[in-house]
């Protein structure tokens, strides 16, 4: 990677419009990211997903090609936010509303935003965390007031797709107020190989704030970094779906902070790998006050050479007594040429606690298969029925039904291309 | 040197047998006529099961030798699928759990992908749910098993039950039972027996494979057979059975 080339490319670099502690931001966030540099095959949080493929190639921004976003749409969202290689396209979106529901960058005047965002952005020390602060284009804004219920589904959608090593530094923010709920879904598309999506999503949920979130990777190509952070107040619930359909390199990391008593999270993730596919799926869910409640599964459904990586961390801090912790990945492989890195992790320093985690890895169950062939059924239908009983535990949790079922449409068609794929 | 061997619904030429490498089923004789039904009892380890599976197409064994007939058509190079379209049916002696597959999913897919084999038309969704909900009230199922996982959670007894569901509901032309009766008390054994024979009919036949006399009081067979180490060595009416059960399998054994 180049960050010479990549700052010629970038808008903010030369001219001195946009507000000053943004300008600082970036200029400190490059300073540690040229101090610290990106990971490499040494580093543990890095260790089966080596990075070099991406730091290989010299991204560029890319240009607002909107086109590129009709077929992604989502007509029954009530809001669509729509963003093309790191660019909002407002002719696209609909339904936004300034200052609660928007594009960040529209926030930049507006002194209250700009504290939040401040907040948001000191943090970072991770290498792809601080690129993104770096060279930030945009992304979604959803800020819900006190109390306020939003009925409808907002629908984010990123597209990067180009054929010019184009990458999109994306920042997502959603604070909920005291008691505010939302559902959003957010959608990454791309189609080509030549792309790498490097996003940032800030989560703050306040007491009693109800999120449910999901995840929806679609197109079967590209490169994406990605990074959820959830901070959350007293008995709020974040309730946390990611569908990843297979992209050619994937890094997801998602650290939930439980740091008032009665907070609940629930993390669900389905990966579907095939062909020389990477995928690596880091959790991290930190109770850090007594009564909290977690729950986490993660399935993967592999064929082809591909090779998926899950590591899963529960830490509970010694304040955080009485929680309630679940944690299982479960593995099916369909090829021999599959592999599956898995790895759930406990930390406790609380002594009563209820903590359980499982992790399975396995092939199909051949007794299943020939019962199911004995009554009737043809192998590659009964091969497909129990793959997608296996995925289906996941689809099952998603509340919204109109998004359970495009979802699972999509899921169900993946997962025979894997079959097919061996 | 075959004789035309059409008119049986089933019919087992000197089959042989292997699992890795050791033989389970060494020349096996049997002969089933549309509307009969037979029962093959036998001493623990004489190839019961065996048989059963091979019959169905379970891929496990080596069939070494011997030809099998369903309505005088070779089944041996058949997929068990092929098999099961064709009216076949085996009811397992332990039932395979399916998770995540609901029993009324499975049973529809079952009930088409047979039909669509034998080039008929799907079956119309209500007919189907409507002949599911009276097959379940007949075994004196709970409608809820309807959309429960396939035998996931089922006690021994429930998921004998849905074996005999899934015959009612496949109204297969050759069903084979495999110790259906194993694990069930007395209540769960005649409401399994009131399933099977409210499908006894003159175009469809049953080979019952059990250890104990007790189902056939129920289950009345035309011919009872003794299976020893892997041939059927004595034949006779059902008085057959009530004579093993006093005097045991002791004498009878296979003239290899």
Same mark, same amino acid.
């Given at each position: ?99 609660? /529901? ?8 507006? $002194? ?22 770096? !060279? ?5 804004? /959803? ?81 994406? /970094? ?58 991290? /869910? ?18 082809? $050479? ?47 606690? $209820? ?68 | ?90 009811? !397992? ?51 809820? !098993? ?24 496949? $109204? ?33 036949? !049953? ?50």
């Amino acid at each position: 990677m180049n960050l010479d080339l990549l700052k010629e490319s970038h808008p903010a670099f030369g001219n001195g419009e946009e507000p000053s502690w943004l300008q600082g931001a970036r200029a400190k966030a490059l300073v540690e990211l040229e101090s610290t540099g990106f990971p490499g095959p040494r580093t543990e949080e890095w260790r089966y997903s080596n990075p070099k493929h991406i730091l290989n190639v010299n991204w560029t921004l890319g240009a607002s090609t909107a086109s590129l976003a009709e077929a992604w749409k989502d007509p029954n969202a009530a809001v669509e936010l729509v963003f093309v290689n790191g660019h909002f396209c407002p002719e696209q979106s609909r339904g936004f509303v300034a200052g609660k /529901i928007t594009n960040l960058k529209s926030l930049l005047g507006d $002194k209250n935003a700009e504290k939040i965002l401040a907040r948001f952005t000191h943090e970072d020390s991770e290498a792809f965390s601080a690129l993104n602060l770096a !060279f930030l284009q945009d992304g979604a804004w /959803i800020s819900i007031d006190r109390d306020q219920t939003l009925e409808g589904l907002i629908h984010v959608l990123h597209v990067t797709d180009s054929s010019s090593d184009t990458t999109s530094q994306i920042r997502n923010v959603i604070a909920l107020g005291t008691h505010a709920s939302a559902r959003v879904l957010e959608t990454y598309v791309s189609n080509t190989n030549d792309c790498l999506t490097n996003v940032v999503t800030e989560i703050q949920l306040a007491d009693g704030a109800e999120l449910e979130h999901t995840l929806w990777q679609r197109g079967t190509a590209g490169s994406k /970094i990605g990074r959820i952070h959830v901070h959350q107040k007293r008995d709020s619930a974040y309730d946390g779906h990611s569908f990843w359909l297979g992209s050619t390199w994937v890094r997801n990391d998602i650290h939930v902070e439980l740091s008032e008593e009665g907070a609940a999270c629930s993390l669900n993730g389905l990966y579907l790998l095939g062909g020389k596919q990477h995928l690596d799926n880091h959790t991290v /869910i930190d109770h850090q006050a007594p009564h909290c409640v977690s729950r986490e599964l993660y399935k993967g459904v592999l064929g082809g $050479k591909s090779t998926g990586v899950y590591n899963g961390m529960v830490k509970v801090q010694q304040i955080a007594q009485k929680t309630d912790s679940e944690q299982a990945n479960h593995n099916l492989l369909l090829s021999d040429g599959a592999d599956i890195n898995t790895k759930p992790e406990l930390e406790i320093y609380a002594d009563d606690v $209820k903590c359980a985690h499982g992790t399975t890895v396995g092939q199909l169950d051949q007794q299943a298969l020939m019962y199911m062939r004995m009554r009737g059924i043809p192998k590659a239908e009964a091969i497909h029925i129990l793959t997608r009983a296996f995925a289906q535990e996941l689809l099952e949790e998603i509340e919204d039904e109109v998004v359970r079922g495009r979802i699972e449409e999509e899921v169900f068609q993946r997962l025979a291309q894997i079959r097919d794929d061996d | 040197m075959l004789s035309d061997r059409s008119s049986f619904m089933l019919s087992i030429q000197n089959l042989h047998a292997n699992i890795e490498g050791n033989p389970i089923l060494q020349g096996l004789n049997l002969e089933v006529n549309p509307g009969e039904v037979h029962a093959i009892m036998g001493p623990n380890g004489a190839g019961k099961s065996t048989l059963a599976k091979i019959l169905a197409g379970e891929d496990s064994y080596e069939v070494t030798d011997g030809v099998v007939q369903l309505n005088g058509e070779d089944i041996l190079e058949l997929d068990p699928e092929e098999r099961a379209a064709k009216g076949l049916f085996l009811g !397992f002696q332990y039932p395979v759990e399916l998770p995540g597959v609901s029993n009324s999913y499975f049973l529809r897919t079952a009930v088409n992908a047979q039909r669509k084999a034998r080039g008929e038309d799907e079956i119309d969704a209500y007919d189907f749910l409507k002949a599911l909900k009276s097959n379940m009230a007949l075994l004196e199922m709970d409608p809820a !098993f309807k959309s429960r996982f396939v035998n996931v959670g089922f006690s021994g007894g429930e998921k004998k039950r849905n074996e005999i569901l899934q015959l009612l509901t496949l $109204k297969p032309k050759m069903a084979l039972l495999d110790e259906t009766d194993s694990g069930l008390d007395i209540d769960a054994l005649r409401v399994v027996a009131k399933g099977v024979n409210s499908l006894r009919s003159p175009e469809r036949s !049953f080979v019952v494979v059990t250890h104990y006399q007790r189902l056939l009081d129920y289950i009345v067979p035309d011919y009872v057979h003794v299976l020893v180490d892997g041939q059927i060595v004595r034949s006779g009416d059902k008085s057959l059975a009530h004579q093993l059960e006093e005097s045991g399998y002791a004498g009878m054994e296979a003239s290899v």
